[in-house]
């Protein structure tokens, strides 16, 4: 996939991405709520020698002992003996143990420098906890660097004496400062927190609209579709919601003022789809041009009937002489869409009770529309509709006019095979979010099992906004017909206007 492929893609499933994202968040501070609050002060000494050297080369002697001896002070820094004293001095019920867990003993890395840092429920306790330890790990390096000797001395009457003298050790730990309160917590980090709880509410998200898009396997791009089938798509036929209830036709012979109108207004875009879906079969094949089209789809409800009823119109509006044939004698459709009489039909004219110029409908919005309707239904439609006297009744109407014949689904009955057989092929029509890949395909394996040609596939009901009408175009041309876009453009071209006059 292209980035553009991975924008689309989070652009269908951005509420749940900001769900997951404010869920993280949420979560994240929740956590920091129920988490104790630790404060932590910190209070620094160095290691030098009681007397500086006097000379360049005494400092650089003085301060690579202090160096060498940080370490060893480290180790006095996290000893229980420092925070015994340390209990003493403070008077803590802990124990030493408990308390070494508090302290952490740093040394900035070539430094004389000793950072002690700790921590308390409390600011007060983290800053009082921090000056005595430094101060007892003072104590406690002097306390056992520190050391005696005797010295034999000779008295006035020449008498031996032994002198006991203490020796302090060459290099001190002195404090630099003193532990400051701390103004806010250390633990939780209310910030760092939300970040990561965010961090991982997006990736959810996003994980989630990458692994629904690989998992949902509903139709809904042309390119997928020809990738998948190996059938070109030859129409994409916008949702049309002035389609409802009986009124499927798509609106002919309006006035301006009638534009407003939802069902005309939607089907204006839905009349330049069947159009660009008419000139897709008239250069189909140039030498020898399709007369006989079975339109069918996977399943029920893809909306077959109203494209091949439509696709009949917007042939005939062309000058092209138009039979329109329901050869769904299960569950016919034509007659309620064009608001025809149920009475005699196709299956009439081939069961012999009635002949065609009886059942013969001139649509009365184009002259050079026929149509002729189911009729009765009847108890073997697969048989009917693969009998001789159908194979010759749609050549026959063949030799003066484009056949178009509304078939049952492909997956439900074995009719539209039969009749693709006789055909020159069928279109396939599929519901863009609704028709999965596997049951097109399916389809398709069906009319080729029975030598049908599947001539293309025509994706119906594209969504004009949102995520999806980006595959087709829809967004930035079929909606000129949305009143709402009329409005922007006036709009756009009164402030053209107004900045016309302002620089006359």
């Known amino acids: 996939m292209e980035l553009r492929d991975y924008l689309r893609i989070l652009r269908a499933h951005w509420w749940v991405i900001i769900l997951a994202t404010l869920a993280g968040l949420a979560i ?7 988490q104790p609050k630790i404060y932590q002060a910190d209070v620094t000494g160095i290691v030098q020698m009681k007397t500086g050297g ?9 301060q690579n002992l202090a160096l060498s001896k940080v370490t060893s002070y480290i180790q006095y820094g996290t000893s229980r ?5 340390t209990i003493d001095k403070l008077g803590l019920k802990t124990t030493p143990e408990s308390l070494v867990g508090r302290i952490s003993v740093t040394n900035p890395a070539e430094t004389p420098i000793i ?10 306790g983290a800053r009082d906890l921090a000056t005595a330890w430094l101060s007892e790990m003072v104590a406690q390096i002097k306390e056992v660097e520190t050391t005696t000797k005797t010295v034999e001395t000779t008295d006035a009457d020449g008498n031996t004496v032994e002198t006991v003298q203490t020796v302090e050790p060459l290099l001190n730990l002195v ?12 633990s939780p980090n209310v910030r760092l927190a939300l970040l990561i709880g965010g961090l991982l509410g997006l990736a959810l998200g996003v994980g989630y609209a990458l692994l629904k898009h690989q998992l949902d396997r509903r139709v809904r ?14 129409g994409a036929v916008p949702a049309n919601r002035g389609f409802e209830g009986d009124s499927r036709i798509i609106p002919v012979g309006v006035s301006r003022s009638e534009e407003r109108d939802k069902h005309v207004t939607e089907g204006r875009s839905t009349a330049e789809a069947l159009r660009e879906l008419r000139t897709n079969l008239q250069f189909m094949d140039v030498d020898n041009p399709p007369r006989i089209i079975v339109v069918t789809s996977p399943v029920p409800g893809d909306g077959k009937s109203t494209i091949a009823a439509n696709l009949a119109v917007t042939v005939a509006l062309s000058g092209q002489k138009v039979v329109l044939i329901d050869g769904d004698l299960r569950r016919p459709m034509i007659s309620t869409i064009f608001n025809l009489p149920t009475g005699g039909g196709l299956s009439d004219v081939l069961a012999g009770r009635a002949v065609i110029g009886d059942v013969l409908h001139t649509w009365s919005g184009a002259s050079n529309l026929q149509i002729v309707t189911a009729g009765r239904t009847p108890p073997n439609p697969s048989e009917v509709l693969g009998s001789e006297r159908m194979n010759q009744l749609i050549h026959w109407f063949a030799e003066n006019s484009l056949v178009i014949i509304d078939a049952p689904p492909l997956l439900a009955v074995t009719d539209a095979t039969i009749l693709a057989n006789r055909a020159d092929g069928a279109l396939v029509v599929t519901s863009v979010g609704s028709t999965t890949y596997e049951l097109l395909e399916k389809a398709l394996g069906t009319l080729k099992r029975a030598n049908a040609r599947a001539m293309g596939i025509i994706l119906n009901r594209i969504p004009k906004r949102g995520v999806d009408s980006a595959y087709y175009g829809y967004r930035g041309y079929y909606n000129q017909d949305d ?7 006036k709009r756009a071209g009164e402030k053209r206007s107004r900045r016309e006059q302002i620089e006359v």
């Not at 003996?81 to 004293?85: E, K, T, Y």
């Not at 009143?483 to 453009?489: C, D, G, I, Q």
């Open 54 to 62: 006097t000379s360049v080369g005494e400092e650089t002697v003085a």
């Open 81 to 85: 003996a420092v925070a015994q004293r």
């Open 175 to 186: 404090p630099i400062d003193s532990a400051i309160l701390p103004d806010s917590p250390s």
């Open 221 to 234: 791009s042309a390119e997928v579709v020809e990738r998948e089938t190996g059938v070109a798509v030859v």
């Open 115 to 124: 950072k002690v840092t700790a921590s308390s429920s409390d600011p007060e």
């Open 28 to 34: 994240a501070f929740g956590w920091t709520l129920l």
């Open 483 to 489: 009143p709402r876009y009329s409005k922007a453009r």
